[in-house]
C-alpha cells in the first residue's frame, strides 16, 4: 500500500516470448503479406487484361464512314424537307401466309389523295436482332396505287421494313415495323 492507503499498481510484465513462438509470429505475418501481395497481383492482371482486349476490340467508331455521314448531315435533312413538302402517303400492311412467309401491300397516294401508279417500290427487310439476315425485295404494281410482294423470310420475330418508292423526280421513304409468325 502507497501512503494514501491505496493498493499499490504492479507493473506487470509480458511473459517472456519463446524462439518458437517469435517464428511462428513472424511466419503468420509473411503469409499475411504475401497473400495481399498475390491478391494485388491477381487484380492488376485482371485489370491489365481487360483493358488490353478493350483497346483491341473497340475501333471507337459507333458508325461506319461517320465523316462522310456528317458531311451528308445537311443534304439528308434536305430530303426530309422535300419529302414532307411532298406530301405523299404510304398504307403498309403485312398479311402472313404460312409460318415465315407473307405478302406485303403497300398503298400510296399523293397529297390529294389520289393513287400514285407506274412507281418503283423496293423493300429493305432488316432483323434489328441478327445481323445477317437481311434482304431486299421489289413490289410489283397491280393497280390503283397497290404494290406487293410475296416474302418469304429466313427467321420469325420482328423485322424493320425499309420501303422507298421513286416516281419520276420525287421519292418518298418510310420505315415499318413488321412481326413474322
Given at each position: 500500500?502507497n501512503a494514501k492507503g491505496m493498493p499499490a499498481h504492479r507493473a506487470v510484465r509480458p511473459a517472456p516470448?519463446?524462439?518458437?513462438?517469435?517464428?511462428?509470429?513472424?511466419?503468420?505475418?509473411?503469409?499475411?503479406?504475401?497473400?495481399?501481395?498475390?491478391?494485388?497481383?491477381?487484380?492488376?492482371?485482371?485489370?491489365?487484361?481487360?483493358?488490353?482486349?478493350?483497346?483491341?476490340?473497340?475501333?471507337?467508331?459507333?458508325?461506319?464512314?461517320?465523316?462522310?455521314?456528317?458531311?451528308?448531315?445537311?443534304?439528308?435533312?434536305?430530303?426530309?424537307?422535300?419529302?414532307?413538302?411532298?406530301?405523299?402517303?404510304?398504307?403498309?400492311?403485312?398479311?402472313?401466309?404460312?409460318?415465315?412467309?407473307?405478302?406485303?401491300?403497300?398503298?400510296?397516294?399523293?397529297?390529294?389523295?389520289?393513287?400514285?401508279?407506274?412507281?418503283?417500290?423496293?423493300?429493305?427487310?432488316?432483323?434489328?436482332?441478327?445481323?445477317?439476315?437481311?434482304?431486299?425485295?421489289?413490289?410489283?404494281?397491280v393497280g390503283s396505287g397497290v404494290y406487293q410482294a410475296e416474302l418469304a423470310f429466313p427467321a420469325v420475330?420482328?423485322?424493320?421494313?425499309?420501303?422507298?418508292?421513286?416516281?419520276?423526280?420525287?421519292?418518298?421513304?418510310?420505315?415499318?415495323?413488321?412481326?413474322?409468325?
Open positions: 500500500m516470448v519463446s524462439p518458437v513462438d517469435a517464428r511462428q509470429e513472424a511466419r503468420s505475418r509473411r503469409i499475411v503479406l504475401g497473400s495481399l501481395a498475390v491478391f494485388a497481383l491477381i487484380v492488376f492482371a485482371m485489370n491489365g487484361f481487360l483493358i488490353m482486349m478493350a483497346a483491341k476490340t473497340w475501333t471507337g467508331l459507333a458508325v461506319d464512314s461517320p465523316y462522310e455521314r456528317g458531311l451528308s448531315y445537311n443534304q439528308t435533312l434536305e430530303q426530309a424537307r422535300a419529302q414532307t413538302a411532298l406530301g405523299w402517303q404510304m398504307e403498309v400492311a403485312f398479311r402472313p401466309s404460312a409460318p415465315s412467309e407473307g405478302r406485303l401491300d403497300v398503298t400510296l397516294r399523293d397529297e390529294a389523295g389520289r393513287s400514285i401508279s407506274g412507281a418503283e417500290l423496293e423493300v429493305v427487310l432488316v432483323r434489328p436482332t441478327q445481323a445477317g439476315s437481311d434482304f431486299r425485295a421489289y413490289l410489283n404494281g420475330g420482328v423485322w424493320d421494313a425499309y420501303l422507298a418508292a421513286r416516281a419520276g423526280e420525287n421519292s418518298y421513304q418510310r420505315r415499318e415495323r413488321l412481326l413474322v409468325r
